[in-house]
């Protein structure tokens, strides 16, 4: 196992300092209490740009699981804290997605049963993650996740530029368990919601994420109903507009657009190319993406093994 970079080791430190001294102040007034786990809050919201910089995927994947209960644990004790809720909503969701959903895919042909209880994990997960993200929206919005409830639309209207991370984050995790809900009708009925949230993020920030919006759509489009033109097109929009925003050094649009489009076409020619794009990446170009390119080249050297079950000969 490889070790954590200087830059994971100093966050982990003052995590630690600042953790002594939230257990320091249970025994002071409950105003310090508070501060102190706010600080904290504030010290673990922003930590998700070291593990986005590292070069262990499995590393990563270990330390997960400690930090999101750790937010869990935080936000008992402030449940407002808007940092935590975010961090609570986007690290639930890229954990399901990475180390449950993308593991269940990989099980399918060795053992169904295994599979199938971690996709069952997986939803939870991201269940878990969308909760979070409407509480988010909620402390911003009173009565926001009960209007969205009655009416999608309309409801989405009260959100501003700066909701956009958990308007995004929300319906990411919320569509990724809908497409875990074959057995769950009330949750495929929920899609509508989730148009509502990605399609306000996307009005008020489109390029948000250097182009995360533009990805989940890349998906989505394939399934969306009631609207005019292509699927297709609009996929291949996205697609376009993301590798522009990003310069072609993320590899994961590649990957979305070769999952989403080329084998339901039955295009084997371009899926061969988006993959071998995606994997020609260099990680360490753009440290910022390091750990995302890692996952989607993961992604896509698996779906190489699997492109003769993909595509009819």
């Known amino acids: 196992m490889k070790r954590p970079t200087s830059t994971y080791r100093s966050r982990r430190w003052r995590v630690c300092v600042l953790l002594s001294v939230v257990l320091l102040a249970t025994a002071g007034c409950a105003t310090v209490k508070r501060v102190a786990i706010n600080k904290l809050g504030d010290s673990l919201a922003a930590s998700g740009t070291t593990f986005a910089a590292d070069d262990d995927v499995e590393l990563i994947g270990q ?61 939870r997960l991201y269940l878990r993650a969308r909760d979070y993200g409407l509480r988010g929206l909620d402390v911003r919005h009173r009565g926001f996740s009960q209007a969205l409830r009655r009416d999608p639309k309309p409801a989405v209207r009260v959100t501003k530029a700066a909701d956009v991370p958990l308007l995004y984050w929300s319906a990411s995790a919320w569509g990724l368990a809908i497409s875990l809900a074959k057995d769950n009708p009330d949750l495929i009925a929920d899609q509508p919601i989730v148009e509502a949230l990605i399609d306000r993020a996307f009005e008020l920030d489109p390029d948000f994420g250097s182009g995360a919006i533009h990805e989940f759509l890349i998906t989505y489009e394939l399934s969306r109903q009631g609207v005019s033109g292509d699927p297709i097109v609009r996929a291949r929009q996205h697609f376009d507009r993301e590798v522009a925003l990003t310069k072609g050094q993320l590899a994961s649009p590649f990957v979305s657009l070769a999952e989403s489009v080329s084998v339901p076409n ?20 753009k440290p910022e993406w390091r750990l995302q390119n890692l996952v989607s080249q993961r992604r896509a050297r698996w779906l190489r093994t699997r492109e003769d079950d993909l595509f009819a000969r």
Not at 85 to 100: E, H, I, K, P, R
Not at 270 to 285: G, K, M, N, Q, V
């Open 63 to 123: 330390a997960v699981p400690f930090s999101l209960k750790l937010v869990e644990s935080l936000l008992a004790e402030s449940p407002n804290h808007q940092g935590l809720l975010f961090a609570a909503a986007s690290g639930f969701t890229q954990y399901a997605n990475v180390y449950v959903h993308q593991d269940a895919d990989v099980m399918e042909t060795q053992n169904l049963e295994k599979a199938t209880a971690l996709r069952v994990r997986a939803r």
């Open 266 to 285: 039955q295009d084997r020619a371009e899926f061969d190319s988006l993959i071998t794009r995606a994997l020609a990446i260099d990680p360490d170009a």
